[in-house]
């Protein structure tokens, strides 16, 4: 696993910056070290939940429905969403990240491969120990009452 957390760090300096994203306590996300602040809190709740998904596409309608969770999908709401994806365009290019954002058809994802983050490094340790669990229970002799 170090090996691979090396070539995670590597990947994420290929284009000179190492963009870190804390989702534990605080979600926060650090271009070298540093803070990148959002004027926009709904643009930062929007870089959560494409970091939750690791990486899958979110659609419009999905995104929304987290975002405004309590108004209808009419077009004010859509104009707002679109403000949304152009603040947090907007913040990550000021920071020179603007690659961790990638948009297809009115769907969104973060570049994962782009970034380290400590949900990513926690479930791939977790399903890592899982692995070994369930190897060295096929590998132990089983007692026979």
């Known amino acids: 696993m170090k090996g691979e ?17 804390r989702t534990f306590g605080y979600f926060d996300i650090f271009v070298d070290g540093e803070t990148i602040p959002f004027s926009c809190k709904k643009a930062k709740e929007l870089l959560a939940l494409l970091v939750d998904r690791r990486g899958g596409f979110v659609t419009t309608g999905d995104a929304i429905s987290y975002l405004w969770e309590d108004e209808c999908t009419e077009k004010r709401i859509k104009d707002k969403f679109r403000k949304v994806v152009k603040e947090l365009r907007r913040t990550l290019n000021a920071y020179g990240i603007e690659r961790v954002l ?34 060295s229970e096929l590998q132990s002799p089983r007692s026979i009452s």
Not at 8 to 21: A, D, Q
Not at 105 to 130: F, G, P
């Open 102 to 135: 990638h948009r297809v058809n009115q769907e969104s994802r973060i570049r994962t491969e782009h970034v380290e983050c400590d949900l990513y490094d926690y479930l791939e340790d977790e399903e890592k120990h899982r692995s070994e669990e369930h190897t």
């Open 5 to 21: 957390k090396r070539m995670y760090s590597e990947l994420t300096k290929m284009e000179g910056k190492r963009i870190v994203i």
